[in-house]
């Protein structure tokens, strides 16, 4: 390409010497307040933003990152997704000279005279700006916006933020030549239309590679970067070619154009089309669901173009031992399921800190139904029961060896009488709490839910981490609401920690490209049941499992859990912990078939947890430990009401594994992704969801 420094030179001295004038002197003032008022004070907070600015010498070799890399626990690459069409460096001399010129006119027509700051554009900016009463320009360089787009993307624009930028923009220049410059910025920069960097850009809109733009498609792209989110919309079309024309009109007046060449480029239709990429049959295929989900929490916290921009690195909880035998295991256990049962799904949470060690939403093929069962809701039938007992032996009303009636039960509803029924059609007369709940005696939960109150209940489930609606009727302690696995599996982890609650769990922190933090988690423990009342319960769902409705579900280490069926074994749950992991199962079936009496949660998902725990228990050489347990030995004393638990109690991780310390440094960003604990998906008539990357 010529030399392009001779002929955008031509620079009047007299406007120069103006401008630098008043420039020198508004500088002046403005170091004179600083000097008077504290500017100690910013210069240390100017230097605090250059400290996270890593050694520039990496881009001498930069390449392009766009893809989303997603990690497991110990920080072993998962999968890596692509985000769409191709990101690559541009060398300077490829190119076209009219892009050149366009970018110039449109963004910073001294760039090759400054040396990182332009005083003229500085000056201009603050005209304009003066008179509009607005901000209308904002007076940045090419190498400012490079900076900017490299290294302060995602921090609040402040004045201490654009000093730290143009300081960076003078490093800049110091290390890369003008034409290395333009080459990172054109290759960095966001064209609207998930398109970042020239070669997307020019692939996006006219489907040709940006070393054969002509002069209109480069007045057009040019012109864009100004508002691309905006100007890039198809819907915006006839504002970009406007903007398209005030482009064109200042390369002429720059004489970079001719008038006759403006003319004919103004006149010439652009032909809009897109290049057709070819395609991965998968945009990933190691572990599905998860990377699904993960996925679709990243999108609900990190725009598309934020995204694009980043090429994140994402750090999860995923065990892929436990995520692979999770996977396995469905896809054997389906194959052997009764009739009627036709998906299942798991999740395997640390009972620790609720950390999800492994999400399988399906026991099918990932690319015929996408459809994640374990974050959608499905009846919670029986499992919800021990959290009505949790209410009742935090209410002071009962203890695991208080009596219970089953006995039949009718009430009157707006349908007429409500008569529900034992699973055996049998009544046992006066009980004791622990045999209600470990045989799962409808009639007794019922009786229970009345004493204590439906309200009551809800509380306990929600304090507990279920956060699906629960229907405020007698029919709740049946389990007529829906739950999804995963917040299932997250409440049962509470009652593992003894009363302590924090929401499930996967990304530990995402960084950029270049090995930035820009989100960092850590869970927040809380405590909301009383660790005496839990282990009560906990102690009888080891019976649930030694003698019970889960005797399936028996591992060779201390096993808690409960079954779940819900009405014509639509839906059947076993959820159940080990002193280390916490696991929810879950079958569902055709509503319009009657499974018949031996599909329930005890007889099929049972045998589900327990192949899985062996499984990965063989595979991870785990310490049996303890579970927390504690049987109620006073039954002689009359028993005193618990007193009110606060919900917002923080506990230290340290409770939890007093192994725990926190890896967080100064310095580090501490974001939270946004919480997506249910998909947003719809399934489709096909099930099929379209994972596009530009929207």
Known sequence: ??????????????????????LTKAILQVVLVFGTLGGTVVSLLVVQELVKIPDLSYLKNYKPVDSIAIYDKDDQLIESVDAGLPRTVI????????????LMAAEDKHFFEHHGVSPQGILRAVLANAKAMQMKEGGSTITQQLAKNLFFLDVKRTGIVKIAEMIVANRLEDKFSKEEILSLYLTEIYFGEGARGIEQAAQTYFGKSANALNLQESAFLAGIIRSPSYLGQKSHRKAAIERQRQVLQAMQESNYITMEAMMRAEATPLEFRRARVKEK???FTKFPYFTSYVLEQVRGSFSEHAIGLNGLKIYTTLDPVAQTLAEKTLAQEIRRAPLGIEEEALVALSTKDSAIRALVGGAHDFWQNQWNCAVNPHTAGSSIKPFIYLTAFMAGIMTPESTVLD???????????????????????????????????????IRVTEQVGIKSVISTLDAAGIKSKMSPTLALALGSSAVTPLELAGAYATLARGGLATPPWTIRRIEDARGKIISYYQPSICRVFPQEQVTWLTDILQDVVARGTGTLARLDRPTAGKTGTA???KDIWFVGFTPDMVTCVWGGGDEKKDLGRNVTGGTVMARVFRNFNERFYQAVKTPEGELLTSRYNDLDKPHEAVKPISHSNDVPLSEIDPSYTSTQTAGQYQARPRAAAHSQAVRSQKGITEYKWEE
């Not at 349908?415 to 709490?433: A, E, Q, R, S």
Request: hydrophobic residues 40%; contains cysteine.
């Open 567 to 569: 009405d014509k074994a």
């Open 407 to 445: 006995a039949p039960f009718e009430m009157e509803d707006q349908g007429g009488k409500w008569t529900p029924k034992n699973f055996d059609g049998k009544y046992l007369g006066n009980i004791t709490v622990r045999d209600a709940l470990m045989q799962s005696r409808n009639m007794c939960t």
């Open 1 to 22: 390409m010529p030399d392009l420094r001779q002929m955008t030179g031509k620079t009047h001295a007299r406007d120069v010497f103006k401008a630098l004038f008043s």
């Open 91 to 102: 060398a300077y001399k490829d190119l076209p000279r009219v892009l050149v010129l366009a």
């Open 281 to 283: 049959a998968y945009p």
